[in-house]
């Protein structure tokens, strides 16, 4: 089941619009997640604590953490799934279209396992 965790670079509003939206989805910033312990990390402690819980994490960092999961893919090491957001698709300030977004992606594939998936997040054309 698709549970969500925002990243830092990922407004924590997002969360509160995704909750608002819909009441069902499993969403948390991670400023809130783990009273904020996260905030800071890197992306491979995030990542790797994300999967332990069984969380997928919603990030604009296309930079860093796909070498990350190839290297790990490389290696066998499951991650608990990664939703890209690019600013191609969306703007960082884009609160309500991101959530909208999140919230159609989960009525889609919330109930499928995401272990180890990674999803491109675009708006509904």
């Known amino acids: 089941m698709l549970q969500i965790l925002t990243d830092e670079q990922i407004d ?4 509160v619009a995704v909750k608002k939206r819909y ?7 991670l400023f809130d997640w783990l009273d904020g312990h996260f905030v800071g990390a890197s992306d491979e402690e995030v990542l790797r604590e994300a999967a332990r819980q069984g969380m997928t ?5 296309l ?4 070498p990350l999961l190839r290297a790990w893919g490389e290696r066998g090491v ?4 990664v939703i890209f957001v690019d600013s191609k698709s969306f703007a960082q300030n884009d609160i309500s279209g991101i959530s909208k977004a999140l919230v159609e992606l989960w009525e889609l594939q919330g109930q ?5 998936r990674c999803f491109f997040l675009t708006p509904r054309r």
């Open 12 to 15: 924590p509003d997002v969360a």
């Open 23 to 29: 009441r069902g989805i499993s969403v948390l910033s």
């Open 57 to 61: 994490l919603l990030s604009f960092d």
């Open 63 to 66: 930079k860093t953490i796909p």
């Open 78 to 81: 499951d991650h608990g799934g």
């Open 112 to 116: 499928v396992d995401w272990k180890n």
